[in-house]
Protein backbone atom coordinates (compact mmCIF):
# COMPACT_ATOMS: atom_id res chain seq x y z
CA UNK A 1 0.00 0.00 0.00
CA UNK A 2 1.51 3.27 -1.06
CA UNK A 3 1.28 6.21 1.70
CA UNK A 4 -0.76 8.15 -0.09
CA UNK A 5 -3.75 5.35 -0.33
CA UNK A 6 -2.84 4.64 3.74
CA UNK A 7 -3.47 8.28 4.24
CA UNK A 8 -6.68 7.91 1.94
CA UNK A 9 -7.88 5.10 4.42
CA UNK A 10 -7.20 6.89 7.18
CA UNK A 11 -9.06 9.94 6.21
CA UNK A 12 -11.89 7.80 4.79
CA UNK A 13 -12.28 6.24 8.20
CA UNK A 14 -12.32 9.33 10.13
CA UNK A 15 -15.22 10.51 8.03
CA UNK A 16 -16.94 7.74 8.62
CA UNK A 17 -16.46 7.92 12.00
CA UNK A 18 -17.78 11.67 12.04
CA UNK A 19 -20.38 10.10 9.82
CA UNK A 20 -21.63 7.65 12.15
CA UNK A 21 -21.53 10.34 15.34
CA UNK A 22 -23.80 12.85 13.36
CA UNK A 23 -25.56 10.07 12.20
CA UNK A 24 -27.00 9.28 15.49
CA UNK A 25 -27.75 12.86 16.20
CA UNK A 26 -30.19 12.43 13.16
CA UNK A 27 -31.42 9.16 13.96
CA UNK A 28 -32.48 10.96 17.67
CA UNK A 29 -33.71 13.91 16.23
CA UNK A 30 -36.24 12.03 14.16
CA UNK A 31 -37.30 9.56 16.20
CA UNK A 32 -38.45 12.89 18.50
CA UNK A 33 -40.35 14.85 15.67
CA UNK A 34 -41.94 11.12 14.89
CA UNK A 35 -43.46 11.05 18.43
CA UNK A 36 -44.25 14.58 18.44
CA UNK A 37 -41.55 15.44 20.29
CA UNK A 38 -38.20 17.38 20.31
CA UNK A 39 -35.09 15.67 20.34
CA UNK A 40 -31.83 16.40 22.01
CA UNK A 41 -32.07 20.36 21.86
CA UNK A 42 -29.78 21.43 25.27
CA UNK A 43 -26.05 20.77 24.38
CA UNK A 44 -24.97 23.91 22.42
CA UNK A 45 -26.88 25.21 19.21
CA UNK A 46 -29.99 22.56 18.74
CA UNK A 47 -28.15 20.29 20.05
CA UNK A 48 -25.53 20.02 17.28
CA UNK A 49 -22.54 19.03 19.75
CA UNK A 50 -24.66 16.21 21.85
CA UNK A 51 -22.84 13.48 19.62
CA UNK A 52 -19.08 15.08 20.81
CA UNK A 53 -20.70 15.04 24.58
CA UNK A 54 -21.87 11.59 23.92
CA UNK A 55 -18.49 10.22 22.77
CA UNK A 56 -16.38 12.55 25.83
CA UNK A 57 -18.59 10.97 28.33
CA UNK A 58 -18.52 7.54 27.29
CA UNK A 59 -14.77 7.23 26.59
CA UNK A 60 -14.05 8.98 29.95
CA UNK A 61 -16.23 7.07 31.99
CA UNK A 62 -14.44 4.06 34.32
CA UNK A 63 -14.08 0.86 32.04
CA UNK A 64 -16.17 -2.02 34.08
CA UNK A 65 -15.37 -5.70 33.25
CA UNK A 66 -17.56 -8.77 34.40
CA UNK A 67 -15.12 -10.68 37.58
CA UNK A 68 -15.86 -13.84 35.60
CA UNK A 69 -15.57 -12.30 31.94
CA UNK A 70 -13.17 -14.05 28.96
CA UNK A 71 -10.39 -10.92 29.33
CA UNK A 72 -9.28 -10.64 25.83
CA UNK A 73 -11.95 -12.02 24.06
CA UNK A 74 -14.11 -9.70 25.63
CA UNK A 75 -12.07 -6.73 24.75
CA UNK A 76 -11.48 -8.14 21.46
CA UNK A 77 -14.80 -8.14 20.53
CA UNK A 78 -15.54 -4.48 20.32
CA UNK A 79 -12.47 -3.87 18.63
CA UNK A 80 -13.07 -6.81 16.35
CA UNK A 81 -16.64 -5.53 15.08
CA UNK A 82 -15.45 -1.63 14.42
CA UNK A 83 -12.60 -2.89 12.30
CA UNK A 84 -14.70 -4.78 10.42
CA UNK A 85 -17.48 -1.89 10.06
CA UNK A 86 -14.58 0.31 8.60
CA UNK A 87 -13.17 -2.17 6.12
CA UNK A 88 -15.83 -2.20 4.14
CA UNK A 89 -15.63 1.48 3.58
CA UNK A 90 -12.54 0.21 1.71
CA UNK A 91 -14.58 -0.28 -1.61
CA UNK A 92 -16.29 3.23 -1.87
CA UNK A 93 -17.00 3.64 -5.67
CA UNK A 94 -15.25 6.95 -6.38
CA UNK A 95 -13.19 8.13 -8.62
CA UNK A 96 -11.12 9.98 -5.93
CA UNK A 97 -10.90 6.44 -4.00
CA UNK A 98 -7.17 5.55 -2.96
CA UNK A 99 -7.86 2.03 -4.33
CA UNK A 100 -9.42 0.14 -6.74
CA UNK A 101 -11.29 -3.05 -5.99
CA UNK A 102 -11.56 -4.99 -8.60
CA UNK A 103 -13.21 -8.01 -6.57
CA UNK A 104 -15.29 -5.49 -4.49
CA UNK A 105 -18.19 -7.86 -4.02
CA UNK A 106 -15.92 -10.45 -2.87
CA UNK A 107 -13.99 -8.07 -0.87
CA UNK A 108 -17.85 -7.59 0.96
CA UNK A 109 -19.06 -10.75 1.05
CA UNK A 110 -15.83 -11.79 2.96
CA UNK A 111 -15.70 -9.30 5.00
CA UNK A 112 -19.24 -8.68 5.97
CA UNK A 113 -20.06 -12.51 7.07
CA UNK A 114 -17.07 -12.32 9.42
CA UNK A 115 -19.19 -9.52 11.41
CA UNK A 116 -20.73 -12.20 13.28
CA UNK A 117 -17.58 -13.68 15.16
CA UNK A 118 -17.72 -10.25 17.11
CA UNK A 119 -21.00 -10.71 18.30
CA UNK A 120 -20.83 -13.94 19.14
CA UNK A 121 -17.36 -13.13 20.62
CA UNK A 122 -18.94 -10.42 22.73
CA UNK A 123 -21.95 -12.56 23.89
CA UNK A 124 -19.32 -15.54 24.88
CA UNK A 125 -16.70 -13.70 26.21
CA UNK A 126 -19.29 -11.78 28.55
CA UNK A 127 -20.22 -14.97 30.53
CA UNK A 128 -23.74 -13.75 30.81
CA UNK A 129 -26.85 -16.23 29.80
CA UNK A 130 -28.82 -12.85 28.76
CA UNK A 131 -25.63 -11.89 26.75
CA UNK A 132 -24.84 -15.53 25.42
CA UNK A 133 -28.66 -15.75 24.47
CA UNK A 134 -28.94 -12.43 22.53
CA UNK A 135 -25.57 -13.08 20.68
CA UNK A 136 -27.00 -16.66 19.57
CA UNK A 137 -30.04 -15.37 18.16
CA UNK A 138 -28.05 -12.21 16.40
CA UNK A 139 -26.05 -14.43 14.78
CA UNK A 140 -28.92 -16.68 13.58
CA UNK A 141 -30.36 -13.60 12.05
CA UNK A 142 -27.28 -12.35 10.53
CA UNK A 143 -26.54 -16.12 9.08
CA UNK A 144 -29.81 -16.39 7.35
CA UNK A 145 -30.65 -13.07 6.17
CA UNK A 146 -26.80 -13.07 4.61
CA UNK A 147 -28.31 -15.88 2.02
CA UNK A 148 -30.70 -13.63 0.97
CA UNK A 149 -28.13 -11.06 0.53
CA UNK A 150 -25.65 -13.55 -1.50
CA UNK A 151 -28.46 -14.30 -4.09
CA UNK A 152 -29.66 -10.97 -4.28
CA UNK A 153 -26.28 -9.86 -5.34
CA UNK A 154 -25.85 -12.09 -7.80
CA UNK A 155 -28.46 -10.39 -9.41
CA UNK A 156 -26.13 -7.60 -10.10
CA UNK A 157 -23.47 -9.63 -11.46
CA UNK A 158 -25.20 -11.43 -13.88
CA UNK A 159 -26.82 -7.78 -15.26
CA UNK A 160 -23.42 -6.17 -15.16
CA UNK A 161 -20.99 -8.79 -15.35
CA UNK A 162 -18.25 -7.17 -12.78
CA UNK A 163 -17.36 -7.36 -9.41
CA UNK A 164 -16.40 -3.98 -9.09
CA UNK A 165 -18.83 -1.30 -7.37
CA UNK A 166 -17.05 1.46 -9.27
CA UNK A 167 -17.96 -0.17 -13.02
CA UNK A 168 -21.27 -1.20 -11.23
CA UNK A 169 -22.26 2.39 -10.43
CA UNK A 170 -21.10 3.86 -13.42
CA UNK A 171 -22.62 1.16 -16.08
CA UNK A 172 -26.57 1.75 -15.63
CA UNK A 173 -26.55 5.21 -17.62
CA UNK A 174 -29.73 7.07 -16.30
CA UNK A 175 -31.73 4.09 -15.79
CA UNK A 176 -31.44 2.06 -12.13
CA UNK A 177 -31.54 -1.37 -12.03
CA UNK A 178 -33.89 -0.38 -8.95
CA UNK A 179 -36.37 0.52 -11.41
CA UNK A 180 -36.13 -2.94 -13.61
CA UNK A 181 -35.88 -4.87 -10.29
CA UNK A 182 -38.06 -3.39 -7.24
CA UNK A 183 -39.34 -6.03 -5.36
CA UNK A 184 -35.94 -7.83 -5.54
CA UNK A 185 -34.61 -4.24 -4.72
CA UNK A 186 -37.34 -4.02 -1.49
CA UNK A 187 -36.22 -8.00 -0.61
CA UNK A 188 -32.33 -6.35 -0.60
CA UNK A 189 -33.32 -3.57 1.68
CA UNK A 190 -35.23 -5.64 4.17
CA UNK A 191 -33.08 -7.85 4.42
CA UNK A 192 -30.08 -4.98 5.14
CA UNK A 193 -32.93 -3.90 8.15
CA UNK A 194 -32.33 -7.58 9.66
CA UNK A 195 -28.69 -7.37 8.82
CA UNK A 196 -27.87 -4.38 10.66
CA UNK A 197 -30.26 -5.84 13.54
CA UNK A 198 -32.31 -2.56 13.59
CA UNK A 199 -36.15 -2.70 14.17
CA UNK A 200 -37.98 -4.40 13.48
CA UNK A 201 -35.75 -7.00 13.15
CA UNK A 202 -33.95 -5.96 16.67
CA UNK A 203 -34.14 -9.45 18.19
CA UNK A 204 -30.68 -9.12 19.42
CA UNK A 205 -31.38 -5.97 21.51
CA UNK A 206 -35.27 -6.82 22.40
CA UNK A 207 -34.91 -4.90 25.71
CA UNK A 208 -38.22 -6.05 27.10
CA UNK A 209 -36.48 -10.08 26.77
CA UNK A 210 -32.75 -9.51 26.91
CA UNK A 211 -31.86 -6.94 28.51
CA UNK A 212 -29.94 -5.50 25.80
CA UNK A 213 -28.79 -8.40 24.55
CA UNK A 214 -25.43 -9.65 23.69
CA UNK A 215 -23.75 -5.87 24.78
CA UNK A 216 -25.86 -6.01 28.24
CA UNK A 217 -22.15 -6.36 29.92
CA UNK A 218 -20.28 -3.71 28.24
CA UNK A 219 -20.10 0.08 29.67
CA UNK A 220 -17.94 3.00 28.38
CA UNK A 221 -15.61 2.59 25.50
CA UNK A 222 -16.73 -1.02 25.06
CA UNK A 223 -20.21 -0.31 24.85
CA UNK A 224 -19.24 3.42 22.73
CA UNK A 225 -16.99 0.79 19.93
CA UNK A 226 -19.77 -1.35 19.69
CA UNK A 227 -22.37 1.55 19.15
CA UNK A 228 -20.34 2.71 16.29
CA UNK A 229 -19.75 -0.32 14.60
CA UNK A 230 -23.68 -1.31 14.40
CA UNK A 231 -24.01 2.65 13.05
CA UNK A 232 -20.93 1.99 10.58
CA UNK A 233 -22.94 -1.05 9.54
CA UNK A 234 -26.09 0.60 8.90
CA UNK A 235 -24.45 3.31 6.56
CA UNK A 236 -22.36 1.15 4.73
CA UNK A 237 -25.63 -1.28 4.00
CA UNK A 238 -27.37 2.29 2.44
CA UNK A 239 -23.91 2.93 0.41
CA UNK A 240 -24.49 -0.64 -0.72
CA UNK A 241 -28.05 0.09 -1.66
CA UNK A 242 -27.31 3.08 -3.23
CA UNK A 243 -24.70 1.97 -5.85
CA UNK A 244 -25.71 -1.29 -6.43
CA UNK A 245 -29.43 -0.39 -7.43
CA UNK A 246 -29.57 3.17 -7.52
CA UNK A 247 -26.22 3.63 -9.22
CA UNK A 248 -25.40 5.53 -12.13
CA UNK A 249 -26.57 9.12 -13.04
CA UNK A 250 -25.18 10.26 -16.88
CA UNK A 251 -29.14 11.09 -16.59
CA UNK A 252 -27.77 13.91 -14.40
CA UNK A 253 -25.40 14.53 -16.67
CA UNK A 254 -22.35 13.54 -14.15
CA UNK A 255 -22.84 11.08 -11.37
CA UNK A 256 -21.20 13.36 -8.46
CA UNK A 257 -19.80 12.27 -4.82
CA UNK A 258 -22.94 14.13 -3.33
CA UNK A 259 -25.22 12.81 -5.19
CA UNK A 260 -24.10 9.53 -3.66
CA UNK A 261 -23.79 10.95 -0.49
CA UNK A 262 -27.34 12.36 -1.22
CA UNK A 263 -28.60 8.32 -1.63
CA UNK A 264 -27.02 7.20 1.06
CA UNK A 265 -28.47 9.74 3.43
CA UNK A 266 -31.69 9.39 2.12
CA UNK A 267 -31.44 5.33 2.29
CA UNK A 268 -30.43 5.69 6.19
CA UNK A 269 -32.80 7.86 6.93
CA UNK A 270 -35.15 5.10 6.04
CA UNK A 271 -33.91 2.84 8.86
CA UNK A 272 -34.61 5.74 11.02
CA UNK A 273 -38.44 6.27 9.30
CA UNK A 274 -38.93 2.09 9.27
CA UNK A 275 -37.51 1.94 13.35
CA UNK A 276 -40.16 4.79 14.01
CA UNK A 277 -43.47 3.16 12.52
CA UNK A 278 -43.47 -0.28 12.85
CA UNK A 279 -43.37 -2.62 15.89
CA UNK A 280 -41.14 -5.48 16.38
CA UNK A 281 -41.84 -8.57 14.48
CA UNK A 282 -42.16 -12.18 16.23
CA UNK A 283 -38.63 -13.80 16.22
CA UNK A 284 -40.39 -17.05 14.22
CA UNK A 285 -41.74 -15.08 11.58
CA UNK A 286 -38.10 -13.30 10.89
CA UNK A 287 -36.78 -16.30 10.36
CA UNK A 288 -39.44 -17.55 8.06
CA UNK A 289 -40.03 -14.52 6.38
CA UNK A 290 -36.49 -15.25 4.44
CA UNK A 291 -35.97 -19.18 4.63
CA UNK A 292 -39.87 -19.32 3.24
CA UNK A 293 -40.56 -15.92 1.29
CA UNK A 294 -36.89 -14.38 0.56
CA UNK A 295 -34.93 -17.77 -0.61
CA UNK A 296 -37.62 -18.65 -3.07
CA UNK A 297 -38.83 -15.27 -4.64
CA UNK A 298 -34.55 -15.15 -4.83
CA UNK A 299 -33.78 -18.00 -6.57
CA UNK A 300 -36.84 -18.17 -8.63
CA UNK A 301 -36.21 -14.19 -9.93
CA UNK A 302 -32.81 -15.35 -10.35
CA UNK A 303 -33.71 -18.48 -12.92
CA UNK A 304 -35.52 -15.67 -14.65
CA UNK A 305 -33.08 -13.30 -15.35
CA UNK A 306 -30.17 -15.80 -16.09
CA UNK A 307 -32.99 -16.92 -18.60
CA UNK A 308 -33.66 -14.12 -19.82
CA UNK A 309 -29.94 -13.50 -20.41
CA UNK A 310 -28.94 -16.06 -21.79
CA UNK A 311 -31.67 -15.70 -24.53
CA UNK A 312 -31.58 -12.15 -25.27
CA UNK A 313 -28.00 -12.32 -24.00
Do not use: H
Not at 252 to 276: G, N, P, Q
Amino acid sequence: MTLSSLLCSILTYICVLLGVAFFTLLERKGLGYFQIRKGPNKVGLGGLPQPLADAAKLFTKELAKPTLANQSPYFLAPVLSLVLALLLWEVYPSSNSGGYFVWGILFFLCVSSLNVYGTLLAGWASNSKYALLGAIRAVAQTISYEVSLALILLFVLFVCSSFSFLDIKSMYGGLWLGMLLFPIALVWFVSCVAETNRAPFDFAEGESELVSGFNIEYSAGGFALIFMAEYGNILVMSLFTAVLFFGGGDLFVLEMDLVMSVKILFFAFVFVWVRATLPRFRYDLLMGLTWKSFLPVSLSGLIFVIGILFLFG
